[in-house]
């Protein structure tokens, strides 16, 4: 049972490099969520999909977008990185959004030098 | 302007004795709190949620407490065990919309 599988687990790009982060889940979940951690910060979220075709904002949007695929994947795509977006980033799956208990991802750890 | 906060980075606590650990919203549209640990190099695992209509949730050795009048949450580990020793989350989530907002997390540490 894989659960939330986030590829790739680690990345380094330049600044002005793009990337796209994928995520895949298989419980059959609606919501999809994009999360960023770092130092002192915790988790803030970045974009979330309530369910198929839509997808909106969460707290740290600027310098991403994102493409909910179908309702299995929910990618995150980084135009141009900068070094401020170093960060580990998590994908998570609810089953039924904001009243159901988030499933993570074991994360992608992105350097942008 | 930070809607979840967790006030304590940090908390030591003797084996066997209760971990108290405490979170404060400033939301009040929020009527959903989970709390979440995390142990390095994984991703953060569901511990136990409360809804706004209850003040107290139970599962096992943890029990959350909701004071809805305070916007605070708490949630309780007895007794304390080293497996316990993680970075723990709180996260809450309302009517308006589907977002989850997390606080920055309290790292636990369990002394033997």
């Known amino acids: 049972n894989a659960g939330v599988t986030q590829t790739p687990k680690f990345q380094v790009l330049?600044?002005?490099?793009?990337?796209?982060?994928?995520?895949?889940?298989?419980?059959?979940?609606?919501?999809?969520?994009?999360?960023?951690?770092?130092?002192?910060?915790?988790?803030?979220?970045?974009?979330?999909?309530?369910?198929?075709?839509?997808?909106d904002k969460g707290e740290v949007p600027n310098g991403y977008n994102v493409s909910r695929l179908n309702k299995r994947e929910f990618s995150l795509r980084l135009e141009s990185a900068a070094p401020s977006q170093t960060s580990v980033y998590f994908c998570a799956s609810s089953e039924d959004g904001r009243y159901s208990p988030l499933h993570f991802g074991n994360g992608t750890r992105l350097t942008v030098t | 302007d930070q809607q979840v906060k967790q006030n304590s980075p940090s908390l030591s606590v003797q084996e066997g004795r209760i971990s108290i650990l405490n979170c404060d919203y400033t939301n009040s549209m929020f009527d959903y709190f989970l709390w979440y640990k995390k142990y390095p190099a994984e991703g953060p695992t569901f511990l136990i949620s409360i809804s706004s209509i209850k003040d107290k949730n139970e599962d096992g050795r943890f029990t959350v407490f909701l004071n809805k009048s305070a916007k605070h949450l708490s949630l309780h580990i007895v007794p304390s065990q080293p497996g316990d020793s993680a970075v723990y989350f709180c996260a809450a989530s309302g009517r308006r919309d589907d977002k989850i907002i997390f606080g920055k997390g309290t790292r636990l540490h369990i002394l033997p």
């Open chain 1, 14 to 55: 330049k600044t002005g490099q793009s990337m796209t982060l994928q995520c895949a889940q298989d419980m059959n979940h609606n919501s999809m969520y994009w999360y960023r951690q770092d130092p002192g910060m915790g988790l803030r979220l970045i974009y979330y999909s309530a369910s198929e075709g839509t997808t």
